[in-house]
């Protein structure tokens, strides 16, 4: 039985904790104050509408730019992430829209792209090509014909499995996908998410971006909906329905849940700047 | 005691014992690169094969065993300087200014052994001067991001005044050195050409059965062995047979002097050759030249440093340009004012292009320079033979580069990423 209401404060570590997060650039406000938990095992599905401060909060966590306020924590430690190399040694790693793949390398040499092996001068080959398979083998991945062709011979949902498969290869402990299944038919959406969930059964903590309630409601676990660079709620998806989500983004608010911010309260404060930008 | 068992299970496994591919698998393997529009080097192959049966059935004197000395020895310098574009073309970026920084080179060269008699430091001077060059073009392209196109182009006039200014008012100075005339002139005793051919071939094999073995220690799918048989055999015989057609004697008075023999400059190239192409497909570097081809901004967030890959590909494209400055230096024994100029860098561009690199970026081989740049002297070889016109071996070369820039837009038009 799912709980009646949030059980407050998880008792539970969360991989990655945002208190108070804020970030502006010049003087337009994306993030005001945003509180944020993904859990390991978990999908944390993070949605919003666009401009509502998604990526810019994603973008923040990878260490791409700092967050100008706020406390960010990883496995209970308070941290300072300031470049994407230092994410990658915590063991965050995101699966970005445009999945940056080299075409015309080939799967292997793409998983291991920056961070090659080398006995030596060489490559070592073997060793890349058994782990990518491992790898693979691991995700219950049967799509893929060889890790030796090239990725522009390969369709989107199989990039796109590479790109995650990539992620996961460095002992990561958080995933970040943003958007994966976009620009992906029926099928391969499909393969995709079970992908997504299959993550999760492994024990990282995965946070998926996503504009499609279908895809929220299938696989993920919490919702974190945000609203105008807040965080409107975290919820469980089991105790939400597909319009209640749906509200939140809109509305920032849900009447039927009881949860969200006030919006009045929001919409004095944005009078000033009510062109967001669009991070 | 169970320990003997588990210690059985933890080492074997990870071996699972996979499949070695078929040859029929190979040449499907084969034809679904063809169909993704990676046409490789296959085209340049068959462009030679055509090339060579069309003049040798029009004329006699092709064949020869003294115009296949020739044609190394024309081949040499253009083959040189492409296997530098290569690197620099793999980015999607151009080299405008290779002629005439070989040309420098060549100047530097003989201005130094002029003044100095010493070989090695003549050399130097030479790379060094390519290496400087390389690294300004290199760094105003990778720093300031201007175009490759323009950096080159003003380098490209710039050199022909720095060549103009090292030779200075005499119009022409003579290459004094006897050794570095040796290198496009003279010819390896006849046994040692049979000793390389052989290390050739045996080097293959043993470094393919090598790397099949440690595949098959991994657990790892092996490539069809079948046409790991046939490329050592093809190997063989063009390498044996290579050798046999330039032991033949190709003197007109053998009595006097005899020529004959390997030039030297075949087991320079084929270093050169084997040492560039582990750097590409080898190396992380290499790997990462051909990621910044491919994607420079994935190349960047998978944290390579763009800039320094960008700068290092016009440093060696440069050096070997002016490596290809000392093999136009021994071959004429003199640098002129247009030592590296006129069609030099044209047919550098062409050979690359013609061997299968891509100007787009991403795609190329060393090997397909020196296939490309083979295509390219057996046009300017063997086209004065049939038609005498100076003209119409414009127009014919042109008409090659054309064809090849061709296949390689409509290849990339059939691959899907394209």
Redesign the interface.
């Known amino acids: 039985m799912t709980p009646p209401v949030d059980p407050g404060p998880d008792a539970r570590v969360p991989t990655i904790r945002l208190t108070g997060i804020q970030k502006s650039f010049g003087a337009v406000e994306v993030l005001r104050g945003v509180d944020f938990e993904a859990y390991p095992g978990e999908v944390t599905a993070l949605v919003g509408d666009n401009g509502a401060g998604k990526s810019t909060l994603v973008k923040g966590m990878a260490g791409i730019y700092p967050f100008d306020g706020g406390v960010y924590e990883f496995d209970g430690e308070r941290v300072e992430v300031t470049s994407?190399?230092q994410a990658?040694l915590l063991g965050i790693e995101v699966v970005?829209q445009?999945l940056?793949?080299?075409?015309?390398?080939d799967v292997v040499?793409n998983m291991f792209?920056?961070?090659?092996r080398?006995g030596g001068?060489?490559?070592d080959e073997?060793?890349m090509?058994?782990s990518a398979?491992?790898t693979l083998a691991g995700l219950s991945v049967r799509t893929l014909r060889?890790v030796r062709s090239?990725?522009?011979?390969l369709s989107g949902g199989q990039r796109q499995t590479v790109a995650i498969a990539r992620a996961v290869l460095w002992n990561s402990k958080i995933v970040i996908l943003d958007e994966p299944t976009a620009a992906l038919g029926v099928a391969q959406t499909e393969q995709v998410l079970a992908l997504v969930r299959r993550l999760a059964d492994r024990g990282l903590a995965v946070v998926l971006i996503s504009h499609n309630m279908n895809d929220v409601m299938r696989v993920a676990d919490r919702v974190a909906a945000m609203y105008l660079g807040r965080m409107a709620a975290q919820i469980s998806t089991s105790r939400a329905t597909n319009a209640d989500i749906v509200e939140l983004i809109t509305s920032g608010r849900s009447a039927a849940l009881g949860v969200g911010i006030d919006a009045a309260a929001v919409e004095a404060q944005d009078t000033s700047d009510t062109e967001e930008a669009v991070a | 005691m169970s320990t003997d068992i588990t210690h059985d299970t933890s080492h074997g496994g990870a071996a699972v014992a996979t499949p070695s591919e078929t040859l029929r698998e190979a040449i499907t393997r084969f034809r679904g690169q063809l169909a993704a529009g990676n046409v490789g080097p296959l085209s340049s192959i068959l462009g030679l094969v055509v090339l060579f049966v069309l003049f040798t059935s029009l004329d006699t004197k092709f064949a020869s065993a003294g115009n296949f000395a020739n044609l190394i020895n024309q081949a040499a310098a253009v083959t040189f300087i492409a296997m530098g574009l290569v690197f620099v073309l793999l980015l999607g970026e151009i080299d405008l200014s290779a002629g005439y920084t070989a040309g420098v080179g060549a100047a530097m060269l003989t201005v130094v052994l002029r003044d100095t008699t010493n070989t090695l430091l003549g050399i130097l001077a030479a790379l060094g001067t390519g290496a400087v060059i390389g690294l300004v073009l290199g760094s105003l392209v990778a720093y300031l991001r201007i175009p490759s196109f323009v950096v080159t182009l003003a380098a490209f006039l710039a050199l022909q005044g720095v060549l103009l200014a090292i030779i200075g008012d005499g119009g022409t100075i003579r290459q004094p050195d006897d050794t570095i005339r040796t290198i496009m002139n003279d010819n390896l005793p006849l046994w040692v050409g049979w000793t390389l051919a052989a290390v050739a071939v045996v080097g293959f094999v043993g470094i393919g059965l090598f790397g099949r073995r440690s595949r098959v220690a991994a657990g790892l799918p092996l490539r069809s062995g079948a046409v790991f048989v046939i490329s050592a055999i093809v190997l063989a015989v063009l390498a044996f047979g290579a050798t046999a057609a330039l032991s033949v004697e190709r003197s007109s008075r053998p009595e006097l002097t005899s020529i004959r023999g390997v030039p030297y400059i075949v087991p320079i190239a084929a270093i050169v050759v084997v040492g560039l192409t582990f750097v590409l497909t080898r190396t992380r570097f290499g790997r990462h030249v051909f990621a910044v081809g491919g994607n420079a901004e994935a190349a960047r967030r998978a944290g390579i440093n763009v800039a320094r890959i960008r700068v290092t590909c016009f440093v060696i494209g440069s050096t070997l340009a002016a490596m290809a400055g000392i093999l136009l230096a021994s071959r004429n024994n003199s640098v002129a004012p247009d030592t590296g100029g006129a069609q030099t860098l044209l047919y550098a561009v062409a050979a690359a292009v013609i061997g299968g690199t891509s100007l787009f970026g991403g795609k190329g081989s060393i090997i397909a320079a020196v296939l490309g740049g083979l295509v390219i002297a057996v046009i300017a070889n063997g086209l004065p033979l049939i038609i005498q016109e100076s003209w119409a071996q414009f127009v014919v070369t042109g008409l090659v580069l054309l064809l090849a820039a061709t296949v390689d837009a409509l290849s990339r038009r059939r691959s899907p990423a394209g």
């Open positions: 994407p190399k990658n970005y445009d940056a793949l080299c075409d015309n390398l040499s792209l920056g961070r090659e080398s001068v060489t490559l073997t060793s090509e058994r398979t491992e060889s090239a990725v522009s011979s």
